[in-house]
């Protein structure tokens, strides 16, 4: 039986100080990919390393997602490629409740020979430059359908890479809302929200073809 694996390396929050104090612990900003329009990787194992939170508002992000679908596993087995989506980034704690984020996305391909869809088209090299993310995440004092807690991120991909360029895409906007009802002490329930919208303009070469530019999605987990 083929099995994908998928391992997440995070080493977030790396400060440019080393007091420690309590800050806002925002929604993962894993890089939105070509996964988004792809079939879901299988989750093998997850590891992930952070670092401990300091007193500076500033932070320092570094992160990679290294991801190998399984219906690209049972086609080419021992050449299966496999991504790495980084990204590297910087950010700003305004207050406990706030926080601005700015990375730049970039991607590893291990076989770029044998990628699909988007990847294919942007991986000329091992090596290809992604999107750039502007994000805010808030954490509401209001609560919703009486949660517990609420965390929100909202995000925009600039259109920097070559595909996107290409395409004459305007870029992609996409929330991560989090909303979690405490039942006891035991027992927690909890809601994603995820909806995406990609932005299109009229001079896409693939808008007549409905290319992966364009798209709304609502996840719900």
Partial sequence: MLKTLVLVLLASSLAFAQET???????????????????NPV?????????????????????TEA??????????????????YSWVGIKYNMTSKL???????????SNRENLSGRDKT????????????IAAAVKP???????SSVTTDIRYYAPTDRVSQDNKELGRLRSDT????????????????????????????????????EYYQLKIA
């Fill in 43 to 63: 989750v093998a194992q997850t590891s992930t390393m952070t670092a401990p939170l300091v007193a500076q508002p500033l932070q320092l992000n570094i992160g």
């Fill in 99 to 109: 926080a601005l984020k700015l990375e730049q996305n970039f991607q590893f391909a």
């Fill in 141 to 147: 004092t209001f609560n919703i359908l009486g949660t």
């Fill in 178 to 213: 989090f909303l979690n009802w405490t039942l006891n002490p035991k027992w927690t329930l909890s809601m994603y929200l995820s909806p995406r919208v990609a932005l299109n303009s009229n001079e896409n070469v693939n808008a007549a073809k409905g290319s992966d530019a």
């Fill in 67 to 84: 991801i190998a679908f399984e219906a690209e596993a049972r086609k080419y087995t021992d050449e299966t490629p496999i991504t790495a």
């Fill in 21 to 39: 104090t309590s800050t806002m612990n925002a929604p993962s900003t894993a890089p939105s990919t070509a996964a988004d329009t792809q079939q």
């Fill in 122 to 133: 942007l991986h000329q090299n091992t090596f290809a430059m992604g999107e750039l993310m």
